[in-house]
């Protein structure tokens, strides 16, 4: 295996992030499962986990579940984050109209799913028929999936509502919206505690998931809107 001494890719620090959040995507719309520790390190400004005394920690490295943050519940399946690049995490001005975004500030609007799967309550597609009037328009939409559909969908169900969802996305959004798919990550889901749920998860399945998924939205939309890979698997 070959691996440089430096890596291509910028590094930005969460400012610079929170920044360009501000100035050129102030509002998106983030739909999907497992989202909590992405959002912990940018609404934190990169603080959470950061100490070197708690990098090594079982919270840390993941389970953090219990823990919530900032305007994040862990119940609430509709949350309105505005990301200062300054003070990070602050309570949105005005929880009615979800898409006002604060001064010098941007807003994500947070849609929790359980993936596409029958664990949702209510039904994910249900989100849809939420007054996106109110929810404003972003310039970036992600959508955040495979991880609970790997563990606990099958691959038939998946493909079904892979295909509704996009039916959605394209009466949703205008083409002038860029989506950012983000894939299946390493790590899913604490629904193992029951013992009626069998998590079928690993890393080929996960793969697979995500490729069909990034496929059947390039089919989809590639030639009107952009999409965008954010691959952490």
Same mark, same amino acid.
């Given at each position: 295996?070959?691996?440089?001494?430096?890596?291509?890719?910028?590094?930005?620090?969460?400012?610079?992030?929170?920044?360009?959040?501000?100035?050129?995507?102030?509002?998106?719309?983030?739909?999907?499962?497992?989202?909590?520790?992405?959002?912990?390190?940018?609404?934190?400004?990169?603080?959470?986990?950061?100490?070197?005394?708690?990098?090594?920690?079982?919270?840390?490295?993941?389970?953090?579940?219990?823990?919530?943050?900032?305007?994040?519940?862990?119940?609430?399946?509709?949350?309105?984050?505005?990301?200062?690049?300054?003070?990070?995490?602050?309570?949105?001005?005005?929880?009615?109209?979800?898409? !006002?975004?604060? /001064?010098?500030?941007?807003? #994500? =609007?947070?849609?929790?799913?359980?993936?596409?799967? %029958?664990?949702?309550?209510? *039904?994910?597609?249900?989100?849809?028929?939420?007054?996106?009037?109110?929810?404003?328009?972003?310039?970036?939409?992600?959508?955040?999936?495979?991880?609970?559909?790997?563990?606990?969908?099958?691959?038939?169900?998946?493909?079904?509502?892979?295909?509704?969802?996009?039916?959605?996305?394209?009466? !949703?959004?205008? /083409?002038?919206?860029?989506? #950012? =798919?983000?894939?299946?990550?390493?790590?899913?889901? %604490?629904?193992?505690?029951? *013992?009626?749920?069998?998590?079928?998860?690993?890393?080929?399945?996960?793969?697979?998931?995500?490729?069909?998924?990034?496929?059947?939205?390039?089919?989809?939309?590639?030639?009107?809107?952009?999409?965008?890979?954010?691959?952490?698997?």
């Amino acid at each position: 295996m070959w691996l440089s001494y430096n890596c291509r890719l910028c590094r930005y620090s969460y400012q610079e992030f929170a920044q360009c959040l501000q100035q050129k995507h102030s509002l998106v719309h983030w739909f999907g499962d497992s989202p909590r520790r992405a959002l912990k390190k940018i609404t934190t400004l990169g603080k959470w986990c950061s100490r070197s005394d708690e990098v090594d920690t079982q919270l840390c490295i993941c389970n953090d579940n219990v823990k919530g943050f900032g305007s994040y519940s862990k119940q609430t399946l509709v949350i309105p984050l505005d990301i200062d690049p300054v003070t990070g995490d602050t309570l949105p001005l005005d929880s009615q109209q979800l898409g !006002t975004v604060a /001064t010098n500030s941007s807003h #994500i =609007i947070l849609l929790k799913w359980g993936g596409l799967t %029958t664990l949702n309550n209510p *039904p994910w597609e249900s989100t849809f028929s939420l007054s996106f009037t109110q929810m404003g328009t972003p310039s970036v939409t992600i959508f955040a999936l495979v991880n609970w559909d790997v563990a606990f969908s099958t691959w038939l169900l998946f493909i079904q509502q892979v295909e509704m969802l996009i039916e959605h996305v394209a009466q !949703t959004y205008l /083409t002038s919206t860029n989506i #950012i =798919i983000r894939t299946g990550q390493y790590f899913c889901c %604490t629904y193992d505690i029951n *013992p009626q749920l069998k998590r079928k998860y690993f890393r080929l399945r996960n793969q697979y998931f995500s490729q069909y998924l990034v496929d059947e939205f390039n089919a989809q939309f590639g030639d009107e809107q952009r999409i965008s890979i954010w691959d952490v698997g």
